[in-house]
């Protein structure tokens, strides 16, 4: 558990596959708490992070004094407020607040953020953030639905928005998915979908509606605001992704320079000559200290390290006409 505040909990896995997911989930109430321990399959394993969030909520609970982070309003209710913060609990509230703020009650949504890369599954990360829908995702992570996730197969495809029970279906396990999803209250939902530049990375804001018409189309009519939070969403998991791997892996501004040079297919010489210094010292230096923070094997496949990891947010992808590595 990497992270369990009064706020929000959050599980990290890494599964055989390498897969990494991250499932965070705002709590809102003891029943919230007793529902993320009863549905975790590692609960005994992690029952003293459990207690010590049980603890931090009841402090929280019997602190009057503002001790809750809810972040003020600014701008747009709280959307352009997403990309100033640097704390996972209080991106959770910018999201609760800017639905509950167009009459969403009770709130309850789930923001999937996946990364693309190479592989043959053509995801390599993934991150799931939601309000009161941690049981539904250990379920969806337990059993590798991920994999074949029916809303990521919508957001890949499309750029508007669409009713959750209007996306085709198209295999049993998207259908067992889906009747998951629609059990927790996500059957007349709408999905928005968002990615990034270079779509590296994709992702869907699921919101749950009433399930009758007028709640429907209040939903479509919010449309506007619900794309700009999608969008915001995504920009900031990104980056929040580079700014982790970059911490992990010791990558300085240099090496990020570098690359990215590399991932423009750039070769020794015209990256040697960008840094001022020779191809000498590119092939002794630098190239070395880059396979050794990547842990790959020969500085051919440090770009696509680093597009795995995420640390190339806003940057080309690879220039495949020529400008071979050397």
Request: charged share 25%; aromatic share 8%; net charge positive.
């Amino acid at each position: 558990m990497a992270n369990a505040s009064a706020e929000v909990i959050e599980r990290q896995l890494v599964q055989p596959d390498g897969m990494c997911i991250t499932i965070a989930t705002r709590i809102r109430s003891e029943a919230d708490l007793s529902e993320a321990f009863g549905s975790d399959p590692q609960r005994n394993a992690l029952r003293v992070a459990y207690q010590r969030a049980q603890e931090c909520h009841d402090r929280l609970q019997r602190d009057d004094s503002g001790t809750r982070d809810v972040p003020p309003p600014a701008g747009l209710n709280g959307l352009d407020a997403i990309r100033a913060t640097r704390s996972e609990p209080t991106l959770a509230c910018l999201a609760t607040a800017v639905l509950s703020r167009r009459n969403l009650a009770p709130v309850k949504y789930i923001f999937a953020s996946y990364q693309l890369s190479g592989r043959e599954q053509g995801i390599s990360w993934c991150y799931f953030m939601s309000e009161g829908c941690f049981s539904l995702l250990q379920q969806f992570v337990q059993r590798r639905w991920y994999m074949n996730d029916v809303f990521l197969e919508y957001a890949r495809a499309h750029s508007a928005p669409s009713f959750s029970d209007q996306i085709e279906i198209r295999s049993a396990g998207q259908r067992q998915a889906f009747e998951a999803f629609a059990a927790a209250g996500f059957a007349a939902g709408v999905v928005w979908p968002a990615r990034t530049a270079g779509e590296s990375f994709v992702a869907y804001l699921l919101v749950a509606g009433t399930g009758d018409a007028d709640g429907r189309l209040q939903l479509m009519k919010k449309r506007h605001a619900f794309r700009v939070l999608a969008a915001e969403l995504v920009e900031w998991r990104a980056e929040a992704r580079a700014r982790s791997a970059t911490d992990e892996y010791r990558l300085t501004p240099r090496d990020l320079e570098v690359l990215r040079m590399l991932n423009r297919g750039m070769a020794a010489a015209p990256i040697a000559e960008a840094l001022a210094l020779s191809a000498n010292q590119v092939h002794r230096r630098i190239y070395p200290e880059l396979v050794q923070k990547l842990r790959v094997r020969h500085i051919s496949a440090a770009a696509a390290a680093a597009r795995n990891l995420g640390v190339l947010v806003g940057s080309a992808m690879p220039d495949r006409t020529g400008g071979n590595v050397s």
